[in-house]
């Protein structure tokens, strides 16, 4: 009877710890906190390190916090911000809107710096890039991202962090690397890719960037855009829940597999897509939000911390679930088309495209934008016969997405490559 009891008791209290934070009114859409009520600190050194250029570079973070003398909790849940950009650049000032407004519900956030930098040779999405340089950048990103949170471990006390709810939350290529930084290790690195030579020329994962030894283990990551190499590096023994925020037709960060930018020499990539479906095998926790006609970087700062803090405050309480959120506000891409009525050839291209299957389509609107939504070719047709050519020859070398709608609103989308 004791022994029942003490195990009961047992249960009791491990369920009372894991409710800890399903607090009414804390970490929800209305803040708990007003600014003048928040610690920030900008700038605070967390290491430095050997950056691309060889040059050593220090690495800054901003926190956000609420003020010991207004807050009831000694201890937080930490969100760890990590900026997008490519591998070109990742300023830490990109989610201060997400981290200001999170900790005034009640969380710590620190957004972070990470080393950028690589022998990109342009645009990125020209597919001019060294892979391996691009490689390089990303390693370095996760040695940072980990040396961050050895940092802020070392100072819980100070900024009055629980290390167990630590949550990483990153857009593009700090999702991408915030994933690879938690389900990878520095081996699977070196056998992912072996001419990269990782360990030998840039260290191991946790050796780089400060000294500090603490350990910690990630509770959550929350990806905007992100994906990882491959979804096998995700198992049971490492599966943490997961907020995902895709669009369907993001040319630079595939929604389901391809390389990064889609261009055939960089790093592959499985996105939120195949990320799920292991993630529901498993019976993994997770929220996925895609747009139907959504490309890169999509879904604005208030949407975003509305998702993020009704899912972590669904994890506080016990009660996260499986769940896919389509955005019906548009959905208008795909619904009503028949991608068969049009034809667009050659594709690759070096400058000229035939669209075909024009016939019964009078006034069409045809238009070619770049991989960050701009509008670069635009045309009014008339259209009597049953083809149409567009010139793209004064058009930089990359990827383009080329839409045509008609009087009804009906819309044809074609990803194009300009050699």
């Given at each position: 009877?004791?022994?029942a009891l003490?195990i009961?008791l047992?249960f009791c209290?491990?369920?009372?710890y894991?409710?800890?934070?399903?607090?009414p009114?804390r970490f929800?859409?209305?803040?708990?906190?007003d600014?003048?009520e928040?610690t920030?600190?900008?700038d605070?050194?967390?290491g430095e390190?050997?950056?691309w250029?060889?040059?050593?570079q220090?690495?800054?973070?901003?926190?956000?916090?609420?003020d010991?003398?207004y807050?009831?909790?000694l201890?937080?849940p930490?969100l760890?911000f990590?900026?997008?950009?490519?591998?070109?650049?990742g300023e830490?000032e990109y989610f201060?809107t997400?981290a200001?407004e999170?900790?005034?519900?009640?969380?710590?956030?620190?957004?972070?710096d990470y080393?950028?930098?690589?022998?990109?040779n342009g645009?990125?999405?020209?597919c001019?890039?060294?892979?391996?340089?691009?490689?390089?950048?990303n390693?370095r990103a996760?040695?940072?991202?980990?040396a961050s949170?050895r940092?802020?471990v070392?100072?819980?006390?100070?900024?009055g962090?629980?290390?167990?709810?630590?949550?990483?939350i990153?857009s593009?290529?700090?999702s991408?690397?915030?994933?690879m930084s938690?389900f990878?290790n520095s081996?699977?690195?070196d056998s992912l890719?072996p001419?990269a030579n990782?360990?030998?020329s840039?260290?191991?994962?946790?050796s780089?960037t400060?000294t500090?030894?603490?350990t910690y283990n990630?509770s959550?990551?929350?990806?905007?855009w992100g994906?990882i190499?491959?979804?096998n590096?995700i198992n049971?023994l490492?599966?943490?829940p997961m907020?995902?925020?895709?669009?369907?037709l993001d040319?630079?960060?595939?929604f389901?597999e391809?390389?990064?930018?889609?261009c055939?020499?960089?790093?592959?990539?499985?996105?939120?897509?195949?990320?799920?479906d292991y993630l529901s095998?498993?019976e993994e926790?997770y929220e996925?939000?895609?747009?139907?006609n959504?490309?890169?970087g999509?879904?604005?700062?208030?949407y975003?911390?509305?998702r993020?803090h009704?899912f972590?405050?669904?994890?506080f309480?016990?009660?996260?679930?499986q769940?896919?959120?389509i955005?019906?506000n548009?959905?208008?891409?795909?619904?009503?088309?028949?991608?068969?009525?049009?034809?667009?050839?050659?594709?690759p291209t070096n400058?000229?495209?035939n669209?075909s299957?024009?016939?019964?389509?009078?006034?069409?609107i045809i238009?070619?934008v770049?991989?960050?939504g701009?509008?670069v070719?635009?045309r009014e047709?008339?259209?009597?016969?049953s083809?149409?050519q567009i010139?793209?020859k004064?058009l930089?070398n990359?990827?383009?997405?080329?839409?045509i709608y008609?009087?009804?609103?009906?819309?044809?989308h074609?990803?194009i490559?300009k050699l």
């Amino acid at each position: 009877m004791r022994i029942a009891l003490t195990i009961s008791l047992f249960f009791c209290i491990i369920n009372l710890y894991s409710q800890e934070y399903c607090i009414p009114g804390r970490f929800s859409s209305t803040p708990l906190f007003d600014n003048t009520e928040l610690t920030i600190y900008e700038d605070v050194i967390y290491g430095e390190d050997t950056n691309w250029n060889g040059n050593t570079q220090s690495l800054y973070m901003d926190l956000y916090f609420p003020d010991f003398n207004y807050d009831i909790l000694l201890k937080r849940p930490l969100l760890v911000f990590l900026p997008g950009g490519g591998y070109i650049i990742g300023e830490k000032e990109y989610f201060a809107t997400e981290a200001l407004e999170l900790a005034k519900r009640g969380f710590v956030c620190a957004s972070i710096d990470y080393r950028t930098g690589w022998a990109v040779n342009g645009s990125a999405a020209a597919c001019n890039g060294d892979s391996t340089s691009l490689i390089k950048a990303n390693y370095r990103a996760c040695q940072d991202i980990r040396a961050s949170l050895r940092y802020l471990v070392n100072y819980t006390d100070s900024f009055g962090i629980d290390t167990n709810y630590i949550y990483l939350i990153g857009s593009s290529a700090g999702s991408i690397a915030g994933l690879m930084s938690h389900f990878m290790n520095s081996y699977d690195f070196d056998s992912l890719y072996p001419s990269a030579n990782l360990i030998n020329s840039l260290g191991m994962l946790d050796s780089a960037t400060n000294t500090y030894n603490t350990t910690y283990n990630i509770s959550g990551i929350i990806s905007l855009w992100g994906g990882i190499p491959d979804v096998n590096f995700i198992n049971e023994l490492n599966s943490i829940p997961m907020l995902l925020m895709h669009g369907l037709l993001d040319q630079i960060v595939p929604f389901h597999e391809g390389q990064l930018y889609s261009c055939p020499e960089y790093f592959y990539l499985y996105g939120p897509g195949p990320i799920v479906d292991y993630l529901s095998e498993i019976e993994e926790c997770y929220e996925l939000n895609y747009q139907i006609n959504g490309g890169h970087g999509i879904y604005d700062s208030a949407y975003r911390i509305e998702r993020m803090h009704t899912f972590l405050k669904q994890l506080f309480c016990d009660s996260c679930l499986q769940d896919t959120i389509i955005d019906q506000n548009t959905n208008t891409l795909l619904a009503n088309t028949s991608i068969s009525l049009f034809d667009v050839y050659p594709n690759p291209t070096n400058g000229i495209i035939n669209i075909s299957g024009l016939a019964d389509n009078n006034n069409l609107i045809i238009e070619i934008v770049n991989i960050y939504g701009s509008v670069v070719e635009i045309r009014e047709e008339i259209i009597f016969s049953s083809t149409a050519q567009i010139n793209m020859k004064n058009l930089d070398n990359g990827i383009y997405i080329l839409n045509i709608y008609n009087k009804n609103n009906k819309i044809y989308h074609s990803k194009i490559i300009k050699l």
